[in-house]
């Protein structure tokens, strides 16, 4: 509330309120603020007819809504940000679905925006705004809390004294499901959703913002980069594993499906192609959604491998290996109250890949996001 508001009408029990250059004295008792305050109104009412206008910008101040200059994409894919109001202007950047700008002004049937660090027109048919584009924001708004302490726990329940669920490290960012007081109800993945005090994590809206022609490159240059990376970490693990057989004599790890024939490299590099692709419960499909172990058994599938359909059977076959011994390509557990529930496909550099939740999707996150309980191999 306004702090004008709430100095006439819960502070001043003895006071003066001045229109235009009137003082008028106000005085009331503790049950007599209202009566108080409507005397005065009547006294400068009377003496200037406009008062009406003066009381209303005074006692009702205009209350700007934190979304009410924004303005939300809605395109099939993207809308180009050009920097002048015309289809011929020179494209600065792309407005992506769903992506959230401010309206600085308008121009014919074009608005001027500012998202990200770029500026400039996009035409109005391809954006929502004023009541609309506020009803949208909060629902394409991603509410997200990073966590501020060394290391936070996450329980069933909002109080000190409830079962820990699980432990997140500082910077781990985690879905907010709902803001309540001192707790802050988060989900991990899909199958853990628990209460952090509000005192350790800071929470914030993140929207998609435009990227500018060069913010996009360099973006596409730097996944590049790290899908490559990946790829020659699993080449990597690749050769040293055909070496092990060679001088060993074993044979491929056998699998629910048959013998493990996907080299890791390749399982890799389709988890990668994925990733941004839907969370979606009982899904298998690596294009319209999968849930976490729908995926993994989707990638292996696609690469000649067979594995169970669920997590625990996932756990539960191949072969389980250290920690400390996992390679590019295995498979990493996270359980909930002792039970298995969530399984992620190590891709090297302490990463993993996996579809975590429907806010999301199919996403790369630190192997520690949650601490995980077991590792298991399909491959060689």
Not at 7 to 28: E, H, K
Not at 199 to 224: G, H, N
């Amino acid at each position: 509330m306004n702090s004008k508001y709430l100095r006439i009408a819960t502070g001043c029990l003895v006071g003066a309120i001045t229109f235009s250059g009137m003082t008028m004295s106000a005085a009331a008792g503790t049950a007599g603020v209202t009566a108080g305050i409507g005397a005065v109104l009547t006294e400068a009412e009377t003496a200037n007819p406009n008062v009406d206008a003066q009381i209303k910008e005074y006692l009702v101040p205009t209350v700007k809504s934190e979304y009410s200059d924004i303005a939300i994409a809605q395109v099939d894919n993207y809308v180009n940000i050009r920097d002048s109001a015309s289809e011929e202007g020179q494209i600065l950047g792309k407005l992506y679905n769903n992506s959230a700008a401010t309206v600085q002004g308008s121009e014919g049937d074009w608005y001027q925006i500012t998202s990200g660090s770029v500026t400039g027109y996009v035409k109005g048919e391809y954006v929502v705004t004023g009541e609309a584009g506020e009803e949208l924001a909060k629902q394409v708004g991603h509410r997200v809390a990073k966590v501020n302490t060394t290391t936070l726990y996450v329980r069933q329940e909002m109080n000190t004294e409830s079962t820990i669920l699980t432990l997140v490290p500082i910077d781990e960012e985690l879905d907010v499901v709902e803001e309540l007081d001192g707790w802050v109800k988060v989900s991990l993945d899909a199958d853990v959703v628990g209460f952090v005090s509000s005192e350790y994590v800071d929470i914030r809206t993140d929207f998609v913002q435009a990227e500018s022609i060069e913010e996009e490159q360099a973006r596409l240059a730097k996944e590049e980069a790290a899908k490559q990376a990946a790829q020659n970490a699993a080449r990597q693990a690749d050769a040293n594993s055909k070496s092990k057989s060679s001088k060993s004599g074993d044979s491929a790890v056998p699998t629910s499906g048959g013998e493990a024939s996907g080299s890791r490299a390749a399982i890799i590099n389709t988890a990668l192609s994925v990733v941004g692709n839907p969370y979606v419960a009982g899904g298998t499909s690596l294009t319209n959604g999968a849930d976490c172990s729908g995926f993994t058994m989707a990638v292996f599938a696609n690469n000649g491998v067979g594995i169970p359909r669920d997590s625990r059977s996932q756990a539960a076959g191949g072969r389980e290996i250290s920690m400390d011994s996992v390679q590019p390509g295995d498979l990493l557990f996270y359980s909930n109250g002792g039970s298995i529930n969530h399984v992620a496909l190590y891709i090297g550099n302490g990463q993993v890949v996996h579809a975590s939740t429907p806010q999301g999707g199919i996403k790369v996150s630190n192997y520690n996001y949650r601490s995980p309980v077991k590792a298991v191999s399909y491959l060689n």
